[in-house]
């Protein structure tokens, strides 16, 4: 009786997948006759809704992709689409977490993650103080929604270490993919074509204040841009060195040469100082060998020979231009940046405690660059703030944290990043000791969020969600340290892990 009601069920089942796919077929061929393009998009939709139900794990790789190529602001902003597709896109995190949950499986909160909190209340503490307290509501929802929710989303959907490298692998591609549009669009010189608004020219070249091409990806700003391909160059390195598989490991060089040319065409000084950063960390960790280093010392030269552009900058990192609040290239001077930090410093010693308010200082910008002593623009030349006082960030995102929410902002902010290292660097180490496959992968985030950091030191915080993505992404790799095979022993002591890291102050 059991057989045959299982075989009767079977078969109930392939008759409701085969009438689905019947009248969906007939729904698009219906839509198709008035809107092609409708139809395509509607199609695409449910070819990934059934790879999602199928493979809910599918989801995960899907959002993370669709957020590295920046893809939900680009809908929105390039194309007018509602902001409920942004918002969407996170939520596709949310389809293997509700699966774990319906299995009884532990919601994973980590330090890291009341860290995060800590750091919210110091916001909302900032706030109440803050004289621009429109700007800071505005911000605070923003690190909920791309911090804490972005966060924990991310932490429960990797809990195991097939998913991890999965996921490792999307920011690789993610980087390679939007590498070669910025690639195709240099190799063809057509920086006007946007590819969508995936690869996007700085506003000041579209608007004729600057003659240089600098590749901006979905972001529309060279050095932001850059700094979103770091990771996934370090990352694609540490597969290259130790990939495996040869065919993995082609990809990954393919990947990391790919995005290197990319960063290149950013023409961003920082980002080659990060680089340079990354490879005598690899090379103090003996993923690359002193032989090797030479050869990619070589290729460097080599390429900066193809981009002549690229060292003509790196020689103008001791330019004294005056500071200007123009798109130009005065405004990316090192006097310029150096004027912003100065009255970060000066905003962080006036509000020492909580700060100006959440994102507050460029909005004070004007007032402290005068206390500098250096020359300030009256008004902006940018498209989106003609006439207006020019609003210019810190350039530096340890002091932009400083002057917007002062030490106790500063101190909850560098907690959050030392935790998120400190476990990458615990799972590198508890894999290293049981010879786990999980210590270059861990090595391999650890160095994505570092080189991030780095090249922070030049940048303010601005697209946040990359960096607690990346911070996710290192923790949880100790989070599936804890229940993977190679270094927990037996089931039982496995359980107890994951009990241990569903909620441990401590971990």
């Excluded at 990060?274 to 090797?292: D, G, N, P, W």
């Amino acid at each position: 009786m059991s057989a045959a009601r299982d075989l009767r069920a079977q078969r109930a089942s392939s008759a409701t997948i085969v009438v689905a796919v019947v009248a969906t077929s007939g729904a698009l061929g219906a839509v198709a006759v008035f809107d092609p393009a409708l139809a395509l998009a509607v199609a695409v939709m449910a070819v990934i809704a059934a790879a999602i139900a199928t493979r809910p794990q599918t989801a995960v790789l899907l959002a993370i992709f669709l957020l590295q190529v920046n893809a939900p602001a680009v809908a929105i902003k390039e194309h007018g689409a509602p902001f409920l597709v942004g918002a969407a896109v996170p939520l596709l995190l949310a389809v293997p977490l509700a699966g774990q949950l319906r299995r009884r499986e532990p919601f994973v909160v980590d330090r890291t993650l009341i860290l995060l909190v800590v750091l919210l209340l110091v916001q909302v503490a900032s706030l109440l103080t803050s004289s621009h307290q429109d700007v800071a509501v505005e911000e605070i929802v923003t690190f909920i929604t791309e911090g804490i929710v972005l966060y924990a989303l991310v932490t429960n959907a990797v809990r195991t270490p097939e998913t991890l490298k999965r996921v490792a692998w999307t920011v690789v591609a993610a980087g390679a993919a939007l590498a070669s549009l910025s690639l195709y669009q240099s190799i063809t010189a057509s920086p006007e074509m946007s590819f969508l608004g995936f690869a996007q020219q700085p506003p000041e070249f579209l608007s004729g204040l600057s003659e240089r091409a600098r590749a901006s990806g979905p972001i529309g700003d060279p050095n932001y841009y850059a700094q979103v391909l770091l990771p996934a160059l370090a990352i694609a390195v540490v597969l290259l060195v130790r990939g495996g598989l040869a065919s993995r490991r082609v990809l990954a060089a393919s990947a990391a040469a790919l995005v290197a040319v990319a960063i290149l065409l950013t023409y961003s000084r920082a980002a080659g100082l990060a680089c340079v950063v990354l490879l005598v960390v690899l090379t103090v960790l003996r993923y690359v060998s002193f032989r090797q280093f030479a050869v990619i010392a070589a290729i460097v030269v080599l390429l900066l020979a193809a981009v002549p552009g690229y060292g003509e900058r790196l020689g103008q990192l001791g330019g004294t231009a005056p500071v200007t609040s123009g798109a130009g290239a005065a405004a990316d001077t090192s006097a310029g940046r150096a004027t912003e930090m100065l009255a970060a410093a000066l905003a962080f010693g006036d509000h020492p405690v909580l700060g100006l308010g959440p994102d507050a200082f460029p909005l004070e910008y004007q007032r402290y660059a005068g206390r500098v002593g250096v020359a300030v623009a009256e008004s902006s030349h940018s498209q989106q703030r003609e006439g207006e006082e020019p609003q210019r960030a810190a350039h530096n995102l340890f002091l932009g944290i400083a002057a917007d929410l002062g030490l106790l902002g500063l101190v909850a902010f560098c907690a959050v990043l030392g935790s998120a290292l400190w476990q990458a660097a615990e799972a590198r180490r508890l894999a290293v000791r049981t010879r786990s496959g999980l210590a270059d992968l861990a090595t391999a985030l650890l160095l994505a969020l570092a080189v991030y950091v780095v090249m922070g030191l030049t940048l303010s915080l601005a697209y946040e969600r990359y960096l607690w993505l990346l911070v996710a992404l290192a923790s949880a790799a100790r989070s599936v340290s804890l229940v993977d095979p190679g270094t927990i022993a037996s089931e039982g002591a496995r359980a107890a892990a994951a009990r241990k890291n569903s909620l441990n102050w401590s971990s």
